[in-house]
């Protein structure tokens, strides 16, 4: 779903749309700004909202910088050897090559907008999610972890 008004504005319900599936997330990304929809090849944003007990695998990015912004919902993100609790308000800064992951730990969907830099985060989003009205995808954690590595990201195995 691309639907935007403006090169320069995007509204809340603008964007291109993503159902994620298990094996290792659920819920979906809105990607907002990337090379395909702007005159940057710079940096990618979208927001992600992950369901109830849901999580963000621990992982890096082999080239980007990324921040995210959470915007409601609480929980515990992993930046390096740190671990941290987070609510509504935080920023967190990852730098490329990080290990990093988010799990929602509330009783509310996590909702976060991250930024990319440079972009490729949502091409990985795009192989790995699903438009609506289409069939879900569903991938093995392996099948996850191959198309994560074709775009530049290394998942931790558990």
Known sequence: MRRTSSKYVRHSDEGELLWLRPPTRS????????????SSARMAMGTQQV??????PVHR???????????AGQGTVIVGDERAQFKAGTTVFIPQG???GVENTSDEPLQVVW???????????????????EEAKSLTPEEFAAVA?????RVKSH
């Open 98 to 100: 990080v290990w990093h």
């Open 61 to 71: 990015h082999d080239s980007q910088d990324e921040i995210l912004f959470v915007y």
């Open 115 to 133: 930024v990319v830099s440079p972009p490729g985060l949502e091409a990985m989003f795009r192989d790995i999610g699903t438009p609506p009205g």
């Open 149 to 153: 590595e074709r775009h530049g990201m």
């Open 27 to 38: 819920g979906h990304v809105f990607i907002k700004v990337d090379p395909t929809n702007t």
């Open 51 to 56: 369901e109830v007990g849901g999580r963000i």
